[in-house]
DNA sequence: GACCAGGCACATC
DNA sequence: GATGTGCATGGT
């Protein structure tokens, strides 16, 4: 018997297909982007992203040398852009001044070091530091979000008061551990989520629609 | 105009 | 330790 879990992927993969997540050029630019979205939609961090571009900015060293004032202001259609600014300086100083700047320094650590360096710098909590080390690092750490929680609670995997290392622990204790199957898995879980989960539910045509559910969550 | 978005830190009880 | 609040733009 197939986990039910399991069963989710298959049906998000064979209703959505590959994701193709994360949509960044670089894995820095994919640290950049893991602030920014932080409760924003992706939309707003694109122009966020392309404004960076277009200055010529999205660089370690030249992101690190803006005052924070004029970061913000690059930043501003992604909101909360004064402190995304402060978040993503204190991210590139731990950076530049633990491991200089090198991507394959960071490659080298394992991933529980890794994850507790990350969570210790302000302003970068766990779905953050998760989707750095999964997407920008390309290792195995489970990335859960707010539509994560939603569908398995409204699924019945978890209570509605679970907190993120305990859906974490759910999802990595029922799969491979394997990047690019958590690469996908989280991809599939927003585009369903975006689509079909959110506050106000609309259950019509979701994927996993046939699937026992609820839409009542006391925590919505 | 209300709702919502790929969170996190901090104040208050 | 649970619960509430500030941070902010832009699409639906």
Redesign the pocket.
Same mark, same amino acid.
């Given at each position: 018997m197939q986990d039910r879990l399991q069963q989710f992927y298959r049906a998000l993969l064979r209703h959505y297909g590959p994701q193709h997540?994360?949509?960044g050029e670089s894995p820095f630019e994919?640290m950049v982007?893991?602030v920014l979205?932080?409760?924003?939609?992706?939309?707003?961090?694109e122009?966020a992203i392309a404004r960076l571009k277009a200055a010529g900015v999205l660089d370690l060293q030249r992101l690190r040398r803006l005052e924070p004032a004029v970061l913000?202001e690059y930043i501003?259609?992604? =909101?909360?852009?004064?402190?995304?600014a402060r978040?993503l300086r204190h991210l590139v100083d731990w950076f530049c001044e633990r491991y200089d700047g090198s991507l394959a320094a960071l490659r080298r650590l394992s991933v529980g070091r890794l994850r507790a360096e990350l969570?210790a710098?302000?302003?970068? =909590?766990?779905?953050?530091?998760d989707?750095i080390i999964l997407?920008a690092l390309a290792k195995p750490t489970f990335v859960v979000?707010?539509?994560t929680h939603r569908i398995l609670v409204r699924h019945h995997c978890l209570d509605a008061?679970c907190d993120?290392e305990q859906i974490k622990s759910y999802c990595e204790g029922r799969l491979e551990e394997d990047v690019p199957l958590y690469n996908e898995f989280h991809?599939l879980l927003?585009q369903v =989520?975006?689509n079909h989960c959110?506050?106000?539910p609309r259950c019509a045509g979701c994927p996993l629609e046939s699937f026992d559910h609820t839409v009542e969550d006391p925590n919505d």
């Open positions: 997540w994360w949509p994919v982007g893991a979205t932080q409760n924003t939609n992706w939309t707003n961090v122009k913000a501003r259609p992604a =909101g909360y852009y004064n402190l995304k978040r969570l710098i302000h302003g970068i =909590g766990p779905e953050t530091a989707s997407y979000d707010t539509y008061d993120y991809a927003v =989520g975006k959110r506050p106000r």
